[in-house]
């Protein structure tokens, strides 16, 4: 690594980045920057540079620099490569020419060559010799005596190395279809394009189910107006690191209220006109499970989930607004709905869902679950009294139908019941012979004290609900599997 060249061609695929500019300022790349411009600094001569003016800030940016690296990766869950790591960069970056590419348009001949040369930087950028910096910042401080920290960055430099190397070999990650390792990043504009018309833009390409966290009103406000919406839209998104990774075939029963659910789904990623849905039922019957499932089974067509919470429907408007600049399409999914009063937020969803002068955009639909069937709780005091009604008094139904009039403003309204117990018993065997607690060998005996201790479950805790036979065999599975007859219960 003593061709100082190398290291000004780095730093000038850097500071070249136009439309990428921003993967320039991630953390990993500003410390790399930071890095490379103090060991330029080196000195001629015997001494390669003095610890008192640069040496110390080298060690430092190092530290700062495999930092940097070890916590993008942390973040995105990626494999221990500086390669892939810029990759992801690359793709997770919001600019002109990636929302030109995600919304299929033809993109002008001026973003198609720039986006052509930046990405020719970001190959370089990414098959930088880490190591070889690595082993030469170590040589550096030998000279100076400081050989636990040579020992250290040496160390370090030969685990990134055969971390970075052994994952390119085994050709698993899907980013390296896109950008082969040893070529030019250039010459994958049209993979990179396809990739991106496919799984969006930015953040969104990243995850498919995310939580919109307005908090940063202002930035996202300044955002929309100084750049692009779609830049804004990644500022008030958190993506979901852990998502439920529950799929249609894990779910038992409920057949026709899932079919429901599933055609209007089909026919909003069609294009077609969908519904807004209303998953009215009660508790751990899987009205949640069935939404996040279908968002699961749909995630490669471009279908995002993006819950929010009642607190936030405030903001919807805002939302709708991002969103619709997109060529994604959304699934607004807010989890137990309800309401103590007719607020703002009640307001403010009734008005988005039918009522108001804003329109939802085509590619968004709304899926809400609840306990409630009129979503707000009702009083006794709200209910219009016998003279008034006698009387004709409309005005003394006002409050109600207020009540009511939100619950009627989703287009479906799917009705998940408690299930009877022989369904109850079904669900559960379904999930235990998922899990291979039981299977097609078990015993006759073995399915009847199976099925004794579910419904004794049921009876000591939640009741019968899909959720409550989940609860069960989780129990089953953690105490000693299928063997059921050495399972300690806790009413044993």
């Known amino acids: ?65 495999t930092s940097s690296f070890i916590q993008s990766l942390w973040q995105s869950r990626g494999g221990y490569s500086f390669y892939l790591t810029v990759a992801r960069l690359a793709l997770a970056d919001d600019n002109p020419y990636t929302h030109a590419a995600e919304k ?63 994952i390119l070999a085994e050709g698993k990650d899907p980013l390296l279809a896109i950008f082969p390792e040893n070529a030019n990043w250039g010459a994958s504009l049209p993979a990179v394009t396809e990739y991106l018309r496919r799984n969006g833009a930015g953040l969104l390409n990243q995850r498919h189910s995310f939580y919109w966290t307005p908090e940063n009103t202002r930035d996202i406000q300044a955002a929309a107006a ?76 471009g279908l995002k989930l993006l819950e929010i919470g009642k607190s936030d429907l405030g903001y919807l408007s805002e939302l709708l607004d991002l969103l619709a600049g997109r060529s994604l399409r959304f699934i607004i999914f807010i989890d137990d709905l309800s309401f103590e009063t007719p607020d703002d937020s009640f307001l403010s969803l009734k008005a988005l869902l039918e009522g108001g002068i804003e329109c939802r ?47 009627d403003r989703f287009g479906l309204t799917v009705i998940y019941a408690t299930p009877g117990q022989e369904d109850y018993l079904r669900i559960a065997e379904h999930i235990a012979e998922k899990r291979g607690l039981l299977s097609p060998a078990s015993t006759e005996e ?29 129990w089953a599975a953690g105490a000693g599997g299928g063997k059921s007859g050495g399972i300690r219960f806790p009413w044993d």
């Open 446 to 474: 073995e399915r009847g004290r199976f099925r004794e201790n579910a419904l004794k479950w049921e009876k000591w805790f939640n009741g019968r609900s899909p959720r409550t036979a989940v609860q069960y065999v989780d």
């Open 361 to 407: 955009p085509a590619n968004v639909v709304i899926y809400a679950t609840s306990n409630r069937r009129h979503l707000v709780r009702e009083h006794l005091a709200d209910r219009p009294s016998a003279e008034a009604a006698a009387s004709g008094d409309m005005r003394a139904f006002d409050t109600m139908q207020e009540q009511f009039s939100l619950a």
């Open 226 to 301: 100084v750049f692009f919406p779609p830049a804004a839209l990644s500022l008030s998104l958190r993506p979901v690191q852990n998502p439920d990774p529950i799929r249609l075939g894990d779910l038992y029963g409920y057949e026709y209220q899932r079919s429901t659910v599933l055609e209007n789904t089909l026919r909003f990623l069609e294009g077609k006109y969908a519904n807004n849905l209303l998953l009215y039922g009660d508790r751990g019957t899987g009205k949640s499970a069935t939404v996040k499932a279908v968002s699961n089974e749909y995630a490669g067509r």
């Open 1 to 65: 690594m003593n061709d100082s060249n190398y290291i000004y061609a780095a730093l000038a695929d850097i500071a070249g980045l136009s439309l990428f500019a921003a993967v320039r300022e991630s953390p990993v790349l500003a410390a790399l920057r930071d890095l490379l411009e103090d060991v330029s600094e080196e000195k001629t001569g015997d001494d390669p540079f003095s610890l008192s003016d640069i040496g110390q800030d080298i060690i430092s940016d190092w530290a700062a620099f």
């Open 104 to 166: 299929r348009q033809s993109i002008p001949p001026v973003l198609n060559a720039m986006a052509r040369t930046d990405l020719s930087r970001l190959g370089r950028i990414a098959s930088f010799e880490i190591h070889s910096m690595g082993f030469h910042i170590a040589e550096a401080l030998r000279k100076f005596g400081l050989e636990a920290s040579a020992q250290s960055i040496e160390e370090e430099t030969r685990v990134l190395y055969a971390e970075g190397k052994k």
